[in-house]
């Protein structure tokens, strides 16, 4: 098993361009997160999704927008990026609520961002 | 709401010393998961434990160990003989749920540990 992976690991994009960000799991998770690393920050939660077909918002969802066609890939789009959106990018999955190994959730490597 | 603090920002212990990482949280919910990750230099995050609310045992892995106290609401880790390949940063992290079907892992913002040889 690959796990969580993640594309690119590093971008650099200029102010107002756009990208997806694509994270895939091969462990047959049932929700997927996307979190964002700033120093001193922790981890915080941009969007996740709990199902095919479902996202939500998290704690720090503005500026980002999300996609979960297929249960197991999720899209994290910027439309228009901005110098704040400079961060490392962490997606990660999990089984769902029924399973004895339900709350654990697993990391991607991360793709670390920089918007100029 | 739900709330991680870890005190600590930074540690510096030499080889061999034990050490604690401090872990508190807030959270209304009777029925949470705590938790704690390592990242180290690479920048991946490594899961190391789970524990829900209802089990106060205290757990031992190796050289790690984690104090779970409902009373205090904390969950500190330790690691007894530390070595250099722990020099990570520390991560505590908190999910309830909230009734209305609240998904989110709330992290700390980790504590940077430096073991020196």
């Known amino acids: 098993n690959a796990g969580v992976t993640q594309t690119p690991k590093f971008r650099v994009l200029k102010t107002g361009q756009s990208m997806t960000l694509l994270c895939a799991q091969d462990m047959n998770h049932e929700y997927m997160y996307w979190y964002r690393q700033d120093p001193g920050m922790g981890l915080r939660l941009i969007h996740y999704?709990?199902?095919?077909?479902?996202?939500a918002k998290g704690e720090v969802p503005d500026g980002y927008n999300v996609s979960r066609l297929k249960k197991q890939n999720f899209l994290l789009g910027l439309e228009s990026a901005a110098p704040s959106q400079t961060s490392v990018y962490f997606c990660a999955s999990e089984w769902n609520r029924d399973s004895p190994r339900s709350y654990e959730q697993y990391f991607g490597p991360g793709t670390r961002l920089t918007v100029t | 709401a739900q709330k991680v603090t870890q005190a600590q920002t930074e540690i510096s212990v030499v080889e061999k010393e034990d050490v604690t990482l401090d872990c508190v949280y807030e959270t209304r919910d009777t029925t949470y998961y705590l938790f704690w990750y390592k990242q180290p230099p690479s920048g991946e995050l490594v899961f190391l434990i789970r524990r829900n609310s209802f089990d106060e045992q205290n757990e031992i892995s190796g050289r790690y160990s984690w104090n779970f106290q409902k009373s205090t609401s904390s969950f500190n880790f330790t690691i007894t003989a530390s070595q250099v390949v722990d020099s990570a940063v520390y991560f505590c992290?908190?999910?309830?749920?909230?009734?209305?079907?609240?998904?989110?892992?709330?992290f700390g913002k980790g504590t940077k540990l430096s073991v020196i040889p």
């Open positions: 992290a908190l999910s309830a749920y909230s009734g209305a079907g609240s998904y989110q892992l709330t």
């Open positions: 999704s709990v199902g095919e077909g479902t996202t």
